[in-house]
């Protein structure tokens, strides 16, 4: 059974960082390309990053670009979220996901449950 | 605002069939990227419910369909249950955007 837990989120001061990880069993975490996707209190699902299966191919979305650094470990099993200079729009739960391909676009198979980030002054 | 526009809520009574609409553009749907869709309950992961425009992931019930024409796609769900009350969101790839990865703004589907 596909697995994903993520952790490491809390509390923090706007300015200020986190690391979140995400530890995966169940599958070939090494043959999977992850995402970290998060949904602010009363909003939409936004994608915010992804990592190729071999560390390469590291993609963001505008509004973390500079400021977030995704990366993994597949001996570990883990995939990490460094978030430096958190903005209060930051604010969100954040789940890890496992990403297939189908045709031309690719598509989430298995989430976590999420870890919440919450930043205020 | 959302890339790929949904209808913020829609309903049924149990038995019926609602469907869900995803409006995107040339630069994403029209472009020939697939449609995903998936399901959000209250306080549990999101859950894969259609991939690529019409395929369904082992265990997902055959009520559910997509469909996808141009630059829109849909979601049916035929028979409505209690446990279909949940939020739905469609997810597709953009030309114009970073890592390309965009999302709907959600629909909420109450279950009269």
């Known amino acids: 059974e596909v697995r994903l837990v993520e952790s490491g989120g809390g509390l923090v001061k706007p300015g200020g960082s986190l690391r979140l990880s995400c530890a995966a069993s169940?599958?070939?975490?090494?043959?999977?390309?992850m995402n970290w996707v998060r949904q602010a209190p009363g909003k939409g699902l936004e994608w915010v990053s992804s990592?190729?299966?071999?560390?390469?191919?590291?993609f963001y979305a505008d509004s973390v670009k500079g400021r977030f650094t995704i990366s993994r470990d597949n001996a570990k099993k883990s995939l990490y979220l460094q978030m430096n200079n958190l903005r209060v729009e930051d604010t969100a739960v954040y789940y890890c996901?496992?990403?297939?391909?189908?045709?031309?676009?690719?598509?989430?198979?298995?989430w976590g449950q999420g870890t919440l980030v919450a930043v205020s002054s | 605002q959302s890339v790929l526009t949904q209808p913020p809520s829609v309903s049924g009574a149990p038995g019926q069939r609602v469907s869900i609409s995803c409006t995107g553009s040339s630069s994403n749907i029209g472009a020939g990227y697939d449609v995903h869709w998936y399901q959000l309950l209250p306080g549990t992961a999101p859950k894969l419910l259609i991939y690529g425009n019409y395929n369904r992931p082992s265990g997902v019930p055959d009520r559910f369909s997509g469909s996808k024409s141009g630059t829109s796609a849909s979601l049916a769900i035929t028979g409505l249950q209690a446990e279909d009350e949940a939020d739905y969101y469609c997810q597709s790839s953009d030309i114009s955007l970073s890592g390309s990865v965009v999302f709907g703004g959600g629909t909420r589907l109450t279950v009269l």
């Open positions: 996901a496992t990403e297939s391909v189908w045709g031309s676009s690719p598509h989430f198979d298995s």
């Open positions: 990592i190729g299966t071999d560390r390469s191919n590291m």
């Open positions: 169940g599958f070939p975490f090494n043959r999977y390309s």
